[in-house]
């Protein structure tokens, strides 16, 4: 019941999510890295929520979806706090982030395979 619940939320958070990205991307001129980050969560979101249902087995690509999606938001909020409240010099940063990304994605790739569900054939063993 869990399962299926946390994937139809997902499916429905990722298409309200596209249509707000996408509104506010044509209305205020986001930039297209800042666009493609979000429709990135929103893949996730409904790739994992699909499988997850189909499958039957797809947890961890909905614990990864919705891990992804959570940092996003908490990141996105905690930037514009701060950029708000404290005047921090972000170029400074950048170089930093340069690798922080680098190093994130291959490791979030590579943990999005391995939890991947694995299809049995009948009669045999799993891939």
Same mark, same amino acid.
Not at 36 to 63: F, K
Not at 100 to 109: K, L, P
């Given at each position: 019941? /869990?399962?299926?619940? =946390?994937? =139809?939320?997902? #499916? =429905?958070?990722?298409? #309200?999510?596209?249509? $707000?990205?996408?509104? $506010? @991307?044509? *209305?205020?001129?986001?930039?297209?890295?800042? %666009?493609?980050?979000?429709?990135?969560?929103?893949? %996730?979101? %409904?790739? !994992?929520?699909?499988? *997850? %249902?189909?499958?039957?087995?797809?947890?961890?690509?909905?614990?990864? !979806?919705?891990?992804? /999606?959570?940092?996003? /938001?908490?990141?996105? $909020? !905690?930037?514009? @706090?701060?950029?708000? *409240?404290?005047?921090?010099?972000?170029?400074?940063?950048?170089?930093l982030l340069i690798f922080a990304i680098a190093v994130s994605t291959v490791a979030f790739g590579a943990s999005l395979i391995l939890s991947f569900p694995r299809i049995q054939?009948?009669?045999?063993?799993? #891939?």
């Amino acid at each position: 019941m /869990t399962r299926k619940f =946390l994937s =139809l939320v997902a #499916i =429905l958070y990722g298409l #309200i999510y596209f249509f $707000y990205e996408s509104w $506010y @991307h044509f *209305n205020f001129s986001q930039s297209v890295l800042n %666009l493609s980050i979000d429709y990135l969560a929103i893949i %996730l979101l %409904l790739v !994992a929520g699909v499988v *997850n %249902l189909r499958a039957g087995n797809g947890e961890g690509l909905l614990s990864g !979806a919705w891990g992804f /999606t959570a940092c996003l /938001t908490m990141r996105a $909020y !905690a930037w514009r @706090h701060d950029t708000a *409240n404290l005047g921090i010099d972000e170029s400074k940063v950048m170089s930093l982030l340069i690798f922080a990304i680098a190093v994130s994605t291959v490791a979030f790739g590579a943990s999005l395979i391995l939890s991947f569900p694995r299809i049995q054939k009948r009669g045999g063993s799993g #891939i």
